[in-house]
C-alpha cells in the first residue's frame, strides 16, 4: 500500500476473507455442502478443528450453539486408545449457547481425539495436540504473513515443524459463515506457513525452542498454537463491543463518527460502493505488486505518479471491518473463549489521528477481553503444575519508528503519544508487558519487514515474564527490557545527567536507518566507536524555559559523581543554557541509538526538572 500517514493498512499481499465485498447477510448465505462443524441440532465454534493445540495446564473450554435445552457432551481421548481421558455435560441455554470445561491437561504431542455429541449426531476432531495456544491480534504489522516479510524464502522452506500450528481467523466485519467452514487449523509446513502472521510465526518458533528443556522420550518439546485474529487498518476501537464503547466519552467520539456516515444511508448503495471500492483497491495492489517485481527499489512517488495514490481509507458501512466493533463481533467474539495462555498485540497505527485518547481505549480493550475470556474462573479445575496467571497476559508490540516521506520535517509527533501509552499500559496494568522496537522501523515503509526481531523479544519476554523460570532454558533469560530512563538531574547550570535502569554495557548502536528494501547489514544495537553523538544524531533533545525544543548532544558516562557505576548519559546543547527537561526517541522518525549489552534499544521517553 502506498505509505502515506493515512494509509496504515492492510499489510501488503493480505488476502481478506469474501465478507469484505459487500455481502453484509453471509452469516445466513446458503453453503453448497455441509459445514464441517453442525450437525442437525448442534455446532461447535469454528476455531476448534482437526490439527488443533489445546491449551496445557488450564481447563478447556469446549462451546457451540444448539437447540435450546438439548444436552451436548465433550470427551477427550487418546487416539489411540477407546475410553476418554476426560468428558464434560452441559444442557444448552435459552439462547442456544452451550459451554463445557473439561479439565487441565500436561501437554502432549501425542494426538488426541476430541468428540462432541448430542446422543445423536456427533462432531469427530482428530490429530488434537495439548500444548501453548497464543491469540496474535491486531492490525497490519501483526498481520505481515511470514511470505511478504523479510528473506522469507529460507525460513519458509525449513519450516517444517508438526507441533507448530496456526488458525488464520477469517477477517470480515460481518459473521460470514462459508469462511469460518472453510478455515482450520494448519500445520508449521513450508506450503502452508507462508499465510501466517510472520510475528506469530517468530513468537511460535522461538518459543518451540525456549521451552525446549520440556522435550521427553514421547515428546519433541511442547506444541505450540497461534490463533491469528487481526486486520489491517483497523482502529483498536474495532476490537471491542459497542455496549463498552458506549460508557465512556473516547468511545462514543468514535461512534459518533461512524454513525454519521452510515445512519440513514441505503443499504444497497453502500453495498456498492463497497463493491466499487474493492475492485480499484485490489486492482492498485495488483498494479503496485507487478510493479515491485520488475524493480523492488521503485519509490513511492515514482509508483503513485503511475498508478495514482491509494484508494484509502474504504468507504464506511454497517459491515466493515474497519468500522467501529466490525471485528470484535465477526471475529473476537467467535474465537474466545477458546482457551488461551496469553495475548500477542500489534496495533496502534490507525489511532495516531486520536493517540490522545489510546491509553485509556487499550485498557478498556484489555479489561473487556478478559472479561471474555473468564479470568475469574483461569485457575478453577487446574489439576497439573503450570504457571497460570489471574489475568490473561497480553504482549504488546510498541511502535517502530516511522514517517512517511511526505511528511519530513512535518512531523505530527502523534506515535510518541501512542508508544508512551502502550508503555504505560505495562508499568500500570498487571500481566500487560511492552517490548520496544524503536530500531525495527523503516523509513517510509509503514510496514517494516522485519518480524523476525519482533517475534524473538515477545518471546524473550513471554519467557521471562509470564513462565515459570525453572521451565525454560538457561540461555532464553536473558535481559527483555532495553534501558529505561530512571532519574533526571542538573549537572551546572547547562548540562542535565540521566540515569538509566537495564543498561549494562550502555552504548551508541546501529540501528536500521535505511530505507525500504534495505537489507540490515550489521546487527541492530551493535556498538559503534564513539561514546559522544553530535545534536541530530543521539536522539536526545532538550527544552527551553519557552517550552521550545533544541536536538542535543549526548555522552555516556562510565561514572559521574553521585552516579558512580550507574549507567548514565551528559545531554546538553549550546542553545539551551538552562534546559528545563529531556526526551529521547520523542518523534515518529529520528535516530535510536542508545543500546544496552544485550542489544535491545531505550525506551522512548520524556521528562522535565
Not at 475469574?376 to 516521506?405: C, E, K, T
Not at 517475534?455 to 535481559?479: C, F, H, K, N
Not at 559521574?560 to 538552562?578: E, F, L
Request: charged share 20%; hydrophobic share 40%; glycine share 8%.
Amino acid at each position: 500500500m502506498a505509505q502515506t500517514s493515512i494509509v496504515t493498512g492492510p499489510a501488503p499481499g493480505s488476502t481478506l476473507s469474501d465478507a469484505t465485498a459487500g455481502d453484509a447477510h453471509s452469516a445466513q448465505s446458503d453453503s453448497a455442502t455441509a459445514r464441517r462443524n453442525e450437525r442437525a441440532n448442534f455446532s461447535v465454534a469454528a476455531v476448534f478443528s482437526d490439527h488443533m493445540v489445546l491449551q496445557r495446564h488450564q481447563p478447556v473450554t469446549v462451546f457451540g450453539t444448539a437447540t435450546p435445552g438439548a444436552f451436548i457432551t465433550v470427551s477427550i481421548a487418546l487416539s489411540s486408545e477407546e475410553s476418554p481421558m476426560s468428558s464434560g455435560s452441559a444442557l444448552t441455554d435459552q439462547t442456544g449457547q452451550w459451554t463445557i470445561t473439561l479439565p487441565a491437561m500436561a501437554a502432549s504431542a501425542a494426538p488426541h481425539r476430541l468428540a462432541v455429541t448430542d446422543g445423536t449426531d456427533a462432531i469427530v476432531f482428530d490429530d488434537v495436540l495439548i500444548g501453548e495456544v497464543w491469540l496474535a491480534g491486531g492490525q497490519s504489522n501483526m498481520e505481515l504473513e511470514l511470505r511478504n516479510s523479510l528473506h522469507p524464502e529460507s525460513t519458509m522452506a525449513e519450516a517444517f515443524d508438526p507441533l507448530l500450528r496456526f488458525y488464520n481467523t477469517p477477517k470480515t466485519g460481518s459473521i460470514d459463515l462459508d469462511a469460518e467452514n472453510a478455515s482450520g487449523w494448519e500445520l508449521c509446513t513450508p506450503d502452508a506457513v507462508g499465510v501466517m502472521s510472520a510475528v506469530g510465526y517468530y513468537f511460535a518458533s522461538t518459543l518451540r525452542n525456549g521451552l525446549a528443556a520440556e522435550r521427553s522420550d514421547d515428546m519433541d518439546g511442547v506444541p505450540i498454537g497461534i490463533v491469528d485474529c487481526y486486520i489491517g487498518g483497523t482502529s483498536i476501537t474495532c476490537w471491542m463491543g459497542r455496549a463498552r464503547l458506549e460508557e465512556s466519552e473516547a468511545g462514543r467520539e468514535y461512534l459518533d463518527r461512524y454513525d454519521q456516515k452510515v445512519t440513514g444511508r441505503d443499504l444497497d448503495e453502500m453495498r456498492h460502493e463497497w463493491n466499487r471500492w474493492q475492485v480499484d483497491f485490489n486492482a492498485w495492489n495488483a498494479n503496485i505488486a507487478a510493479a515491485r517485481e520488475v524493480d523492488p527499489n521503485a519509490t513511492w512517488e515514482t509508483l503513485n505518479a503511475q498508478y495514482g495514490e491509494c484508494p484509502w481509507p474504504p468507504p464506511m458501512t454497517p459491515f466493515s471491518q474497519y468500522r467501529p466493533c466490525g471485528a470484535f463481533e465477526a471475529m473476537v467474539s467467535r474465537v474466545a473463549p477458546y482457551t488461551i495462555h496469553g495475548v500477542l498485540w500489534y496495533q496502534g497505527e490507525e489511532d495516531e489521528a486520536y493517540c490522545d485518547r489510546y491509553r485509556f481505549l487499550l485498557g478498556e480493550m484489555i479489561d473487556e477481553w478478559r472479561g471474555l475470556w473468564n479470568d475469574a474462573s483461569r485457575g478453577n479445575g487446574r489439576d497439573i503444575s503450570g504457571p497460570v496467571h489471574a489475568q490473561l497476559p497480553f504482549l504488546i508490540v510498541q511502535l517502530p519508528r516511522w514517517i512517511a516521506r511526505t511528511d519530513v520535517g512535518r512531523d505530527s509527533f502523534h506515535w510518541p503519544v501512542i508508544r508512551e501509552a502502550q508503555m504505560d499500559a505495562a508499568r500500570t496494568i498487571d500481566d500487560v508487558h511492552t517490548v520496544v522496537t524503536l530500531d525495527c522501523g523503516e523509513f517510509d515503509n509503514i510496514h517494516p519487514l522485519d518480524k523476525q526481531t519482533v517475534g524473538e523479544r515477545l518471546t524473550a519476554m513471554a519467557l521471562a515474564r509470564v513462565y515459570d523460570e525453572e521451565s525454560v532454558v538457561a540461555d532464553a533469560l536473558r535481559p527483555v527490557n532495553g534501558p529505561a530512563a530512571a532519574t533526571i538531574t542538573a549537572d551546572g547550570a547547562d548540562h542535565l545527567i540521566v540515569t538509566f535502569a537495564h543498561a549494562d554495557s550502555l552504548h551508541f548502536g546501529h540501528y536500521n536507518g535505511d530505507a525500504l528494501g534495505t537489507d540490515v547489514d550489521v546487527p541492530l544495537g551493535e556498538p559503534i566507536d564513539a561514546d559522544m553523538l553530535p545534536a541530530g544524531e543521539s536522539g536526545f533533545a532538550v527544552v527551553d524555559e519557552h517550552g521550545d525544543w533544541h536536538t542535543a548532544e549526548a555522552r555516556i558516562l562510565d561514572g559521574h559523581g553521585d552516579t558512580d557505576s550507574v549507567p548514565s548519559v551528559m545531554v546538553w546543547s549550546n542553545d539551551v543554557p538552562h534546559p528545563q527537561g529531556v526526551r529521547y526517541g520523542w518523534f515518529s522518525w529520528g535516530p535510536a541509538p542508545l543500546f544496552n549489552e544485550a542489544g535491545l534499544p531505550a525506551e522512548p521517553f520524556t521528562f522535565s526538572l
